[in-house]
């Protein structure tokens, strides 16, 4: 079993470790199943150790059943053995609401705390079930502050170890760290040799901000997806020259840069796969190729923009 190397997140009862590999549970169109929770328990038997899900993709009750069964099978003496990662919904994103959505998300997850807490989007949506496709006439304005207050109360109860946020631009982060008591300890984002976040990445390192990749494999298929990262002829290239899988050649550029990697594979061949990007690195010759891949966003979030909501355009939500 692979050792998966850890970072330490700072959180009010002490330095955290979080696995740097982490199990990725969304899929396209949302919902838990057998499957995923079988997924799960044999990425847990592989070693891993880390699980990212949220409210919106309804894997949180997989996750909780697959956790317990491995608790109950001895494969990990407790949950304390794991980094879980959950997040709120647009829906929930109000100050009066957060501790309630997070309280949902700990009774899915059959937990007392996650480990990261996360704002998925810095988007607020009319209060209420998750709706889908996002309706952009439920957009409504984006209060950080209130929100985050009630992330830092949720953190300083002991629900959520670390708190942070997603899909958030250097602006944002920027305002968030403005008036924050508790800073971010996350920001997660699409990170992958297409969409490699310069920017943002050296505002994070810069600020103490872990920086936690989603779609490191482009997430093809999925609704916030593309399909050409895993078609990247350069990567087919450096791949094959090296004897290595594209995906392998892919997270493991994630994972030089110091972000966490999250990345989804229910099937235990390519889970055992994407472990194995520890012991061997990439040359200085192959980040250089890579480093030339022109740049396209994966997933813009053309969802989250609207003409009476608060991002007018794409430029405004990444601003
Ligand atoms: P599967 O679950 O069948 O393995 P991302 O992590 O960027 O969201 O991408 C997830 C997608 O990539 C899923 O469709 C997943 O399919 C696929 N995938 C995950 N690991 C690999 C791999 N090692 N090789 C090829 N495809 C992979």
Not at 25 to 44: D, R
Not at 57 to 81: F, N, W
Not at 229 to 258: T, Y
């Amino acid at each position: 079993m692979e050792t998966i190397p850890e970072v330490s997140l700072n959180t009010l009862s002490g330095p955290k470790a979080m696995p740097l590999i982490g199990m990725g549970t969304a899929v396209y169109p949302f919902a838990g199943s057998e499957t995923m929770q079988a997924a799960i328990l044999s990425a847990i038997k592989l070693g891993y150790r880390h699980f990212d899900t949220a409210a919106l993709y309804q894997s949180e009750r997989p996750l909780g059943e697959a956790v317990a069964k491995a608790i109950s099978m001895g494969l990990l003496k407790s949950r304390d053995e794991l980094f879980i990662t959950s997040k709120l919904w647009c829906s929930d994103a109000h100050g009066d609401r957060v501790m309630g959505a997070l309280q949902t998300t700990l009774r899915n997850l059959q937990m007392d705390y996650v480990d990261l807490y996360l704002i998925h989007w810095p988007v607020s949506a009319k209060p209420g079930k998750i709706n889908l496709p996002f309706p952009k006439d439920e957009i409504e304005e984006f209060d950080m502050r209130s929100v985050w207050e009630a992330m830092e109360e949720c953190n300083r109860l002991g629900l959520a170890k670390s708190i942070g946020v997603s899909n958030f631009s250097c602006k944002k982060l920027e305002h968030l760290l403005s008036f924050a008591k508790i800073p971010p300890a996350a920001n997660q984002v699409e990170v992958n040799p297409l969409w490699q976040q310069k920017k943002l990445r050296e505002f994070c390192v810069q600020k103490g901000i872990q920086v936690c990749a989603y779609s490191p494999l482009g997430a093809k298929g999925t609704l916030w997806g593309t399909d050409q990262v895993m078609g990247s002829k350069m990567l087919q290239d450096i791949a094959q020259a090296k004897g290595k899988s594209l995906a392998q050649i892919c997270l493991r550029w994630v994972f030089e840069q110091g972000d966490c990697v999250l990345v989804k594979s229910f099937n235990e061949e390519r889970m055992k796969q994407n472990l194995d990007i520890i012991n061997w690195e990439l040359s200085d010759d192959e980040r250089e190729k890579i480093d030339q891949i022109p740049q396209r966003k994966g997933f813009p979030g053309l969802e989250f923009v609207s003409s009476d909501g608060p991002y007018k355009n794409l430029e405004e939500l990444w601003d």
